[in-house]
């Protein structure tokens, strides 16, 4: 499975855009890229996923390099709500397997009032 | 609630005993996965089905731990002869196209 490297946290003030790096260098041509956090004493939650383009919901948006060896989540205004371990997963295209996610340790991010 | 529902929410259990957990999927999703999670790691995949078809387990998934679902809908995860290592929070989610967890449930091993 490609790996994925994210810092270990970041902190942000509320109401502020956080940009959440990923690199995944040895990404495959048919792996998607998944976002995944997990609040406190919760289970993992989806965030978003996307192949090659840029990517918005309700929730976030993914930024992907156009070389696909980088991502970036982006909150546009970070909530307290948003404080949470913040996880990067590749995830093979096609797939009937897809709720099979090998997690790294995650972007713990911290948000200030 | 028509979320992934995981009983019970937190166990303690004295080392030796056996442990079981219930997981509840999504009703339409066919697939289901338990993982693994100790503190400050993300979770680990240990066992998933397909309807009621075990199709892989982790090398994780010890002789000691057993997954079973039945009739392809609800799903159980038995852990035999626990032991203080197993304490951990177990999640089980289930999917269509993306992963829907549930809130866990937390085992203390004492």
């Known amino acids: 499975d490609a790996k994925t490297t994210q810092p270990n946290s970041m902190e942000s003030n509320e109401e502020e855009p956080v940009h959440l790096p990923c690199n995944h260098s040895?990404?495959?041509?048919?792996?998607?890229i998944h976002w995944y956090r997990q609040l406190p004493s919760q289970g993992p939650e989806y965030v978003i996923h996307?192949?090659?383009s840029n990517v918005n919901n309700r929730m976030a948006s993914l930024a992907i390099a156009e070389d696909r060896k980088s991502s970036t989540l982006i909150l546009h205004r970070a909530t307290l709500r948003d404080a949470a371990v913040y996880y990067c997963i590749l995830n093979q295209r096609g797939s009937s397997n897809t709720g099979k996610l090998i997690f790294g340790q995650g972007t713990t991010l911290q948000v200030k009032p | 609630d028509t979320g992934v529902s995981q009983d019970p929410r937190h166990k303690i259990t004295k080392r030796g005993q056996n442990v079981t957990f219930r997981c509840d999927p999504i009703s339409e999703h066919n697939r289901l996965y338990w993982y693994r999670q100790t503190l400050g790691q993300g979770p680990e995949f240990l066992t998933y089905f397909q309807n009621e078809a075990q199709l892989e387990k982790s090398r994780l998934l010890s002789d000691r731990f057993s997954a079973e679902r039945p009739k392809g809908s609800f799903s159980t995860l038995e852990i035999q002869r626990t032991e203080q290592g197993d304490s951990a929070m177990y999640l089980c989610?289930?999917?269509?196209?993306?992963?829907?967890f549930g809130q866990g449930t937390r085992l203390t091993v004492v």
């Open positions: 996307g192949l090659t």
């Open positions: 989610a289930s999917s269509l196209d993306k992963a829907f």
């Open positions: 040895t990404i495959s041509g048919t792996d998607y």
